[in-house]
């Protein structure tokens, strides 16, 4: 509810059900990340900033709280304490902080390595959505398109319903960029569909369409 508020302007409204939210789940990191995440979507970032720093307040002794705690020291780019918290998940058992630690890995500029701790995270778990497209978007940005949409297909399989908006951009994208347009506008259509008002994808959609008629208008002259 405080979302619908947040959205309709009403921040008193929206503030205080997010607190009576984390009241009831003091312990829950999820909630304070989605928090931070919807305040920062309305540009709100300085607030939702103020729910990542008392989830931090919160005492972790499981793998998977350690692990929470240390992505939200990672959303704040407090490197260092991201990956003593991250490590300490990993010595808890909680495999799952491989993928932020990557993510660290990526926001400290090394890539490489990043995507060799994506890797081994796939191996344990070849059907970690999250994980493949992610691996998809360091091979897009390294320019290796082929394998980029290797991984983007993969996910896109597994998620059955096409409920991951974020890999199915990606994956439009890794096909504009490999040359694609044709498959890429087909499949940015079928995403319109399920998200009419997304405006960055219909002015997408538009350029896709002009780059399909220059081909086109292209052939025809041949």
Do not use: W
């Not at 979507?41 to 103020?50: N, P, S």
């Not at 990526?106 to 070849?126: H, R």
């Not at 897009?140 to 290797?150: C, F, I, P, R, V």
């Not at 694609?180 to 998200?195: R, V």
């Amino acid at each position: 509810r405080g979302c619908v508020y947040l959205a309709d302007g009403q921040g008193k409204k929206c503030v205080s059900d997010y607190n009576q939210a984390v009241e009831l789940a003091p312990d829950n990191y999820k909630l304070y990340i989605e928090i931070y995440e919807n305040l920062s979507a309305f540009d709100y970032e300085d607030k939702g900033k103020e729910y990542l720093k008392l989830a931090l307040e919160q005492k972790a002794s499981k793998g998977e709280e350690y692990c929470g705690q240390g992505y939200i020291y990672l959303l704040l780019e407090d490197y260092e304490n991201a990956d003593k918290m991250l490590s300490k998940a990993l010595e808890k058992g909680y495999d799952k902080a491989m993928m932020y630690q990557a993510q660290l890995l990526k926001a400290q500029g090394d890539s490489q390595k990043a995507q060799e701790v994506y890797e081994e995270y796939i191996s344990k778990y070849p059907e970690d959505i999250d994980a493949l497209n992610e691996i998809g978007v360091l091979e897009m940005n390294a320019g290796d398109y082929e394998n980029a949409l290797e991984a983007f297909e993969k996910a896109a399989a597994l998620d059955t319903d096409g409920e991951n908006q974020t890999l199915r951009l990606n994956r439009i994208y890794a096909y504009e960029y490999s040359g694609d347009f044709q498959k890429a506008y087909t499949l940015m259509k079928e995403y319109l569909k399920d998200h009419p008002k997304d405006k960055e994808a219909q002015r997408e959609f538009e350029f896709l369409k002009t780059r399909i008629t220059d081909q086109s208008q292209q052939k025809s002259d041949n």
